[in-house]
């Protein structure tokens, strides 16, 4: 029962270059989402998906970019990474409500990034 | 100003003491609530929905205060296990925007 699967699990970088997190939910979820979590800061919404073929900013959109490859995948790229971008992150998914809106958020395992 | 504030602690309680936390909400349109639990390096996951008349799940309360626009979360006879960060989240109804307060840690000692 994998339920939200993300890659990789750790990743390092050098300030300037680009990578993507992956993240994958065999759910059937509508809704995805990316945090990031960082000392002290609790989780800060990067992008989020309500349904699959749309995306929306969170409340720290800047440097990241997303794609909602299908109903299953929601991927989180950074063009260009900077130490500030240094956290870990995390993917999740939800089921959209009868009455709309979304309800338990189901999280994957996070990816720690590094960014030198 | 997040939409979403927490005290974050740490709450240092001993087993079996009573804890409450609270969590204050910006937005007034928010209609749902919910209250997570993170471990220690690990990923949040519910650990209950914050219904408006009040609920309890076993040693755990929440309570919903629309007037003063905030939520608290009781936990009763504190376990070692209950050592955690807890999370609080407000949700406009029908909105997908989660946002996530900053989290509440908490440590009961033996």
């Known amino acids: 029962n994998a339920g939200v699967t993300q890659t990789p699990k750790f990743q390092v970088l050098k300030t300037g270059q680009s990578m993507t997190l992956q993240c994958a939910q065999d759910m059937n979820h509508n809704s995805m989402y990316w945090y990031r979590q960082d000392p002290g800061m609790g989780l800060r919404l990067i992008y989020y998906s309500a349904s699959e073929g749309t995306t929306d900013k969170g409340e720290v959109p800047n440097g990241y970019n997303v794609s909602r490859l299908n109903k299953r995948e929601f991927s989180l790229r950074l063009e260009s990474a900077a130490p500030s971008q240094t956290s870990v992150y995390f993917c999740?998914?939800?089921?959209?409500?009868?009455?709309?809106?979304?309800?338990?958020?189901?999280f994957g395992e996070g990816s720690r990034l590094t960014v030198l | 100003r997040k939409e979403v504030e927490q005290d974050p602690g740490p709450f240092n309680v001993p087993e079996g003491a009573t804890v409450a936390f609270n969590c204050t909400y910006s937005n007034s349109a928010s209609q749902s609530f919910f209250w997570y639990r993170q471990d220690c390096r690990k990923e949040p996951k519910l650990l209950m929905s914050v219904y408006s008349s009040g609920n309890e799940d076993g040693r755990f309360t929440a309570q919903l205060n629309r007037a003063s626009q905030y939520i608290s979360l009781l936990i009763r006879d504190s376990k070692l296990s209950d050592s955690a960060t807890y999370l609080c989240v407000a949700l406009n109804t029908g909105g997908f925007k989660t946002i996530f307060g900053a989290g509440t840690r908490l440590f009961v000692k033996a």
């Open positions: 999740a998914s939800s089921l959209r409500l009868a009455g709309g809106g979304t309800g338990e958020l189901f």
